[in-house]
């Protein structure tokens, strides 16, 4: 049997979690460190990837989601609302079903990823679908957590950013010590907020003596930090970090620039190169949003900006399964045979 305990248990005293009663948990975090075999000797890099799709609705959502949902239930919440590009909105679904509360969730019209609409379908959240984007999604949900008694648990709210933060330590416990660099895709900036909190954190409580320069990754159709300007119509293969106006840029900024770390820009020609090396080389399926993490190392290594032998995590952030359509767009037709030996075997080229 497994002693895992969820990470409000695991990580107690870093968690402003009061009551171990309301504690609403699928035993999210504990994801996996993984050596890179191929990556990272082609890079001359020490890399290792931390595999959060592994998470219990196959994103790093759920370490936000079970702090959020379990301080809502701490606070007599019956219902949680969020805007999502998808994976918020599979993780919100998914603990309030297990925390007995209603869902409610807005998504951009028609930019969903399949797997992570089927997510919040089958879990009994009320979904709506705007003709808008996330960021019109977002307005619109700020105004009726306001006006009704429903919790927001978009990244806005402050105990998701609590949650996040503990794949920081993980990685410190993983490595017993912190990575020179930190690589991670940006969207609404609440993840990589989240991490350097952690970091500091951890730091400051452990004495570990340093803590990694921020890497932070968007896409170049949807890369308002790093152009310094509001994106109106965000475009990118990439739909987890389709944002044009992040909720925590200000706090991104700080974090990258207190790192002494740096923002950057992958095309979705990039990204798609990323996400085959990942899913040939390294056997890991990863959705494209995270593949943008690997894609921005790759550009930063070749400009120089990270040096060769530097240790380095990058962060993995969502599961491949969730974008289905996207595999298989990318992979071509499935060869056609009959069924018989020889067919086979020349369809094969053996
Ligand atoms: C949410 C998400 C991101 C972006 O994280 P932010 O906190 O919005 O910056 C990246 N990848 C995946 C898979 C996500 O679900």
Redesign the pocket.
Known sequence: MSNYLGLIRRYWDFIPIEDENSICTLLEGNTPLISSTYLGPWLGLRLYLKY??LNPTG???DRGMTVAVSKAIEEGARAIMCAS????SASAAAYAAKGGLNCYILVPEGKIARGKLAQAMVHGAKVVAIKGNFDDALRIVREITTKFSIKLVN?LNPFRLEG?KTASFEICDQLGRAPEYLC???????????YWMGFSEYHERHKIDSRPRLLGIQAEGAAPIVRGEIVENPETI?T??R?GN???WKE?LKAVEESEGHMEMVSDKEIIQAYQLLAQKEGLF??P??A?SVAGLIKMVRTGWVEKGALVVCVL??HGL?DPDVALDLSGLITECGPTVEQVIEKLGL
């Open positions: 959060e799709g994103s790093f959502k590009t998808g994976n918020t990244s996040q991670i895709p940006v969207g609404n900036a609440g993840n990589i907020t989240a990439a987890a970090i944002i992040p909720a925590r991104a990863v959705e949003a995270s943008a952030t969502g969730k």
